[in-house]
Nanobody, 123 residues
Framework: VQLQAFGGGLVQAGGSLRLSCAAS????????RGWFRQAPGKEREFVAA????????YYGDSVKGRFTISGDNAKNTMFLQMNSLKREDTAVYYC?????????????????WGQGTQVTVSS
């Protein structure tokens, strides 16, 4: 499956932003879907994931309660709603997908990646 992430931009601290990731080639409904982020000089960090089987989504500790992952199977698209943004959320955000029931917080697990979209949170 090919993924394309978009929706990043510049937002003030406390604001909200919604990222989208459009899939092509395969239907996302049979993939576990995830989001990661990478800040300059840091390793890629797990943000959120949701299984195609409909289980509860799970989140990285730093975004719990503020970010929500979801998907629209009809549009073959997944989303990341980000609320109460903080400066430390500034990073390039990547969507990912894997044709398994469960995901992983390890980036090496994921087989398909979008190209990344920049999110910058200003104070």
């Amino acid at each position: 499956v090919q993924l394309q992430a978009f929706g990043g931009g510049l937002v003030q601290a406390g604001g909200s932003l919604r990222l989208s990731c459009a899939a092509s080639g395969r239907t996302l409904s049979s993939y576990t879907r995830g989001w990661f982020r990478q800040a300059p000089g840091k390793e890629r960090e797990f943000v959120a994931a949701i299984s195609w089987s409909g289980g509860s989504p799970y989140y990285g500790d730093s975004v719990k309660g503020r970010f929500t992952i979801s998907g629209d199977n009809a549009k073959n698209t997944m989303f990341l709603q980000m609320n109460s943004l903080k400066r430390e959320d500034t990073a390039v955000y990547y969507c990912a997908a894997q044709p398994t029931v469960w995901g992983s917080k390890d980036p090496a697990f994921w087989g398909s990646w979008g190209q990344g979209t920049q999110v910058t949170v200003s104070s």
